[in-house]
Antibody
Framework: QVQLVQSGAEVKKPGASVKISCTAS????????IHWVRQAPGQGLEWMGV????????FFARAFQGRTTLTRDTATSTVHMELSSLTFDDTAVYFC??????????????WGQGTPVTVSS | DVQMTQSPSSLSVSVGDRVTITCQAS??????LNWYQQKPGKAPKLLIS???KLETGVPSRFSGSGSGTHFTFTISNLQAEDIATYYC??????????FGPGTRLDMK
């Protein structure tokens, strides 16, 4: 069965970076886009960006452009999301989700379990 | 950018109720609208895609309709396990993916 397993909780200081992994299994990793969504405490869902594994092309929401990096490791079917210049407002749960197999319309059919990130001095 | 709004933002419900949530897009998004259910501490779960397509395994008491800018999500005969927050999502092309602000259901 399709699974997305994320790395564990992180605590970071303001100004630092955090790198979270999302390891896929149960399907052909290269066939589907992987998205990242975050949820601040008590808040809604916010789309961050997406990577296309075959060519590592990426798209980002405007709020995350410039300080978010997405990379993939084909050997381990893993996508990494690195967010830099952290502020207290980056405290949130970060989810990866599997998108469709193309750049057109789609849906998030499978999700990781979420990785809590706390930014604290 | 296309903005998504949802109403109501919260709703007090009882078992057996018929619940309707609306989602409005600021521009025409055709039928490219999905609905998710999220329970506390859990990842969202996809319920409906393309405005009205029920995902496999999702109970038939959930339904969706609409196209263009106005969409409706309905739970008929609400069950206790349906208490959650529901989000609409516009996903018609990259990078224009947007979630609505959510509708929280709680028991009366």
């Amino acid at each position: 069965q399709v699974q997305l397993v994320q790395s564990g909780a992180e605590v970071k200081k303001p100004g630092a970076s955090v790198k979270i992994s999302c390891t896929a299994s149960g399907y052909t990793f290269m066939w589907f886009y992987i998205h990242w969504v975050r949820q601040a405490p008590g808040q809604g869902l916010e789309w961050m960006g997406v990577i296309n594994p075959p060519n590592q092309s990426t798209f980002f929401a405007r709020a995350f452009q410039g300080r978010t990096t997405l990379t993939r490791d084909t050997a381990t079917s893993t996508v990494h999301m690195e967010l830099s210049s952290l502020t207290f407002d980056d405290t949130a749960v970060y989810f990866c989700a599997r998108g469709p197999s193309g750049a057109g319309r789609g849906r998030f059919e499978y999700w990781g379990q979420g990785t809590p990130v706390t930014v604290s001095s | 950018d296309v903005q998504m709004t949802q109403s109501p933002s919260s709703l007090s419900v009882s078992v057996g109720d018929r619940v309707t949530i609306t989602c409005q897009a600021s521009q025409d998004i055709r039928q490219y609208l999905n609905w998710y259910q999220q329970k506390p501490g859990k990842a969202p779960k996809l319920l409906i895609s393309d405005a009205s397509k029920l995902e496999t395994g999702v109970p038939s008491r959930f339904s969706g309709s609409g196209s263009g800018t106005h969409f409706t999500f309905t739970i008929s005969n609400l069950q206790a396990e349906d208490i959650a927050t529901y989000y609409c999502q516009k996903y018609d092309s990259l990078p224009a993916i947007t979630f609505g602000p959510g509708t929280r259901l709680d028991m009366k």
